[in-house]
């Protein structure tokens, strides 16, 4: 009798522990396409303000494994209501304070950094989401996409961008984040 009174607070435990792991996966499984749904919206919006002229966004597949700039996610050629082609969004990553900072850069057909815009990530609010203002990505905007860009601090030929005091590694993983986008620029117009 003392073994039963020792086993069936696990067995109840157990029990309780399978139904509330198969509401949740349950649950998962519903809300899925709703997610993505949101998620393709939210996509969807970061793009148009970036390129509100856009009707359409054309997703380009990745070079091949040797040719990839590190840190690239996604490349999608912009196109018009006819069809022509009005410019690219990139999406490129880098790390940094809180983690991977993703950031999409439009640059159109002139070769011309024509937007900016940080997406989700987890920077340390105050500081590191300053990355995110018009500020500092005002110092990418009309900029041509035929040179990398570097902080002020470092030097060399790069166009120079002053970074944001105190976050210093979050300016630097968007700094980085837009040269993927002119290294990835370059090489889709070298192949052209």
């Known amino acids: 009798m003392p073994n039963h009174k020792l086993i ?9 522990c399978l139904i509330t792991t198969g509401l949740l996966s349950l649950t998962y499984e519903l809300t899925r ?19 509100p002229e856009a009707a359409g966004f054309l997703s380009l597949d990745l070079p091949e494994p040797g040719n990839i700039v590190e840190g690239l996610k996604e490349i999608m050629q912009v196109q018009s209501s006819d069809g022509k082609s009005l410019g690219y969004l990139v999406v490129g ?35 590191g989401k300053k990355v995110e203002g018009s500020a500092f990505l005002q110092q990418f905007f009309l900029k041509p996409a035929d ?7 470092q030097s060399g030929q790069d166009q120079q961008v002053d970074a944001i005091s105190g976050a210093t590694l979050s300016s630097r993983a968007v700094t980085e984040a837009v040269n993927i986008a002119v290294l990835t620029y370059t090489q889709l117009e070298g192949e052209q």
């Open 93 to 127: 990553e880098r790390r940094g304070y809180g983690g991977q900072v993703p950031v999409m850069i439009a640059i159109s057909n002139e070769g011309i950094i024509s937007g900016v815009r940080v997406l989700s990530n987890e920077e340390t609010p105050g500081l």
């Open 33 to 51: 396409e709703q997610r993505a749904k949101q998620e393709e919206a939210a996509a969807n919006a970061n793009r148009l303000a970036l390129f």
């Open 147 to 153: 040179r990398k860009f570097a902080l002020s601090a």
């Open 8 to 16: 069936m607070p696990a067995v109840i435990l157990c029990v309780i």
